[in-house]
T-cell receptor
Framework: KAGVTQTPRYLIKTRGQQVTLSCSPISGHRSVSWYQQTPGQGLQFLFEYFSETQRNKGNFPGRFSGRQFSNSRSEMNVSTLELGDSALYLC??????????????FGPGTRLTVT | DAKTTQPNSMESNEEEPVHLPCNHSTISGTDYIHWYRQLPSQGPEYVIHGLTSNVNNRMASLAIAEDRKSSTLILHRATLRDAAVYYCILRDTNFGNEKLTFGTGTRLTIIP
């Protein structure tokens, strides 16, 4: 079956702009998580959506937001972009309904560059 | 979240076994031990997980210490494709906890 897809794969934005990233999970998966990866901070959890509700949230400012649609597709939005938001944004999907051994499947990521 | 400690980097020769250690001295009774790896220019991928007993799958084996304060990921016969950053992660078994807390991981280099 098809894996997790993320669009776009690459994006260049200017400081102050906003951006929306999209993630399509594996068919049947109801949980979508978002991560930010930078050379300095590594992989950091942003938030997780399950059945259109945000279920877990990391320690990121309110400029980072997300949503999930009824078909489990998810979008992540970053407003008022800062240079430090330049990163690889990864999406992961999982079944979401089981306890802590649920395997997560990651997409290839969206590389965001803020200039 | 309970923390894990891994060596920053390791090297191994191709076709030899690799033992990647992970310390997690503050692990709780409900924490599963997960391993993910990230190949260059790709998102992380699941490798294996376990709770108390040693585990095997097609990719690797996971050896868990009796006190669960440490574990070792074993790649039985390393190939060049196994060159990646390996992350040891603790996950609580509470329902709905999909969050993965990544540490710095171990960068594994395979020498041809």
């Amino acid at each position: 079956k098809a894996g997790v897809t993320q669009t776009p794969r690459y994006l260049i934005k200017t400081r102050g702009q906003q951006v929306t990233l999209s993630c399509s999970p594996i068919s049947g998966h109801r949980s979508v998580s978002w991560y930010q990866q930078t050379p300095g901070q590594g992989l950091q959890f942003l938030f997780e959506y399950f059945s259109e509700t945000q279920r877990n949230k990391g320690n990121f400012p309110g400029r980072f937001s997300g949503r999930q649609f009824s078909n489990s597709r998810s979008e992540m939005n970053v407003s008022t972009l800062e240079l430090g938001d330049s990163a690889l944004y990864l999406c992961a999907s999982s079944l979401g309904g089981t306890v802590g051994f649920d395997e997560q499947y990651f997409g290839p990521g969206t590389r965001l560059t803020v200039t | 979240d309970a923390k894990t400690t891994q060596p920053n980097s390791m090297e191994s020769n191709e076709e030899e076994p690799v033992h990647l250690p992970c310390n997690h001295s503050t692990i709780s009774g409900t924490d599963y031990i997960h391993w993910y790896r990230q190949l260059p220019s790709q998102g992380p991928e699941y490798v294996i997980h376990g709770l108390t007993s040693n585990v095997n799958n097609r990719m690797a084996s996971l050896a868990i210490a009796e006190d669960r304060k440490s574990s070792t990921l074993i790649l039985h016969r390393a190939t060049l494709r196994d060159a990646a950053v390996y992350y040891c992660i603790l996950r609580d078994t509470n329902f709905g906890n999909e969050k993965l807390t990544f540490g710095t991981g171990t960068r594994l280099t395979i020498i041809p």
